[in-house]
């Protein structure tokens, strides 16, 4: 079994900054891409920042040098450090790693429960 736990929402002001964490544990063989998306009230989850399978990383423009996102390898973990953060940033953010099991050896997407991050003054 693969579980993905994430912390580190919050309630926090405009201007404001936090950092996520998610960390990877399980029967994991492989990891192939990591990142992190959102889900606004009314709104369809929307991808937030990532690693892809060749280590590049892709950020939702309007997180464009705000948001930045990091790993830790060997500890499966991926980080999304959010700063200047604004009203319109939240929402539940959730991470997703699309990753192979040891046993059965099958490739899968897989989500976090989820983390509210508010932005409020």
Do not use: H
């Amino acid at each position: 079994q693969v579980q993905l736990v994430e912390s580190g929402g919050g309630l926090v002001q405009p201007g404001g900054s936090l950092r996520l964490s998610c960390a990877a544990s399980g029967s994991i063989f492989r990891i192939y891409a990591m990142g992190w998306y959102r889900q606004a009230p009314g709104k369809q989850r929307e991808l937030v920042a990532g690693f892809t399978g060749g280590g590049s990383t892709n950020y939702e423009d309007s997180v464009k040098g705000r948001f930045t996102i990091s790993r830790d390898n060997a500890k499966n973990t991926v980080y999304l450090q959010m700063n200047s953060l604004k009203p319109e940033d939240t929402a539940v953010y959730y991470c997703n790693a699309d990753l192979r099991t040891i046993a059965p050896g099958t490739r899968s997407d897989y989500w976090g429960q989820g983390t509210q991050v508010t932005v409020s003054s």
